[in-house]
């Protein structure tokens, strides 16, 4: 029996919504312990025959849904009904952070790309939840908002991460140094618009929306 792709997703959003009620005390210091983007030899930006083929690349999740067609399955098989019961927590990351998470992160060789509640972006190591990197993209103060404080995820091609702020703009952020490389104005926040749902990749087009 295949885990479904609601399960997984589920999994990965444990794992970072997890961290907000569970604390883990490291040896020494986490910048000791920060692995080296020189490590992640496989990563190789996703291209949009990636995109195009992700149901093939299980061991990734490279959109919010998973696939284009939106279903959110995985054709991952290692977990199933005779093995679930021994699954074990791996790791826990925490933010300090009040505000509810409500994020798919992605998943592309073995990087973990989390949004954060207030417009921030988090980098970890999948295996072992430390982080590569994080960057705060920094909002307006004049923000008028329904529902809180949210942000759904992230899209990405080639080496290129895209993410909406709570402002309304669309921001690209390198994947491997979490730098800023360019800020697209979408909305008005004056007017109440902002964006908390993730963007998705369409060819060489980026879409996104208002709420």
């Given at each position: ?7 997984l997703?589920?999994m ?10 569970a ?9 000791d312990?920060?692995?080296s ?13 990636d995109l ?22 995985s054709?991952?098989?290692?977990i199933?009904?005779?093995?679930a ?18 994020t798919?992160?992605l998943?592309?060789d073995g990087?973990m790309f ?5 417009s921030?972006?988090?980098?970890l ?9 994080d ?9 008028a ?23 309304a ?18 909305g008005?926040p004056?007017?109440g618009?902002?964006?908390t749902?993730a963007p ?12």
């Amino acid at each position: 029996m295949k885990f479904s792709t609601v399960a997984l997703s589920t999994m990965l959003c444990l794992l970072s919504s997890a961290a907000l009620v569970a604390q883990t005390e490291h040896p020494g210091t986490e910048a000791d312990a920060r692995p080296s983007l020189a490590t992640q030899l496989n990563f190789k930006g996703v291209t949009t025959d990636d995109l195009l083929r992700a149901d093939q690349q299980p061991h990734n999740w490279l959109m919010y849904s998973g696939q284009y067609n939106g279903q959110r399955y995985s054709r991952l098989d290692q977990i199933n009904t005779s093995n679930a019961r021994n699954l074990k927590v791996q790791w826990v990351r925490q933010f300090p952070l009040q505000s509810p998470f409500e994020t798919s992160p992605l998943v592309v060789d073995g990087m973990m790309f989390i949004t954060l509640p207030n417009s921030g972006l988090v980098a970890l190591d999948a295996k072992t939840g430390l982080p590569f990197w994080d960057t705060q993209i920094a909002v307006g103060d004049r923000l008028a908002l329904c529902c809180g404080k949210v942000n759904r995820g992230v899209a990405i091609l080639g080496e290129t991460l895209f993410m909406g702020t709570l402002d309304a703009k669309l921001v690209a952020i390198d994947a491997k140094s979490g730098n800023e490389r360019w800020k697209a104005v979408v909305g008005d926040p004056t007017r109440g618009e902002s964006i908390t749902a993730a963007p998705l990749v369409v060819k060489d087009m980026v879409i996104t929306g208002i709420a």
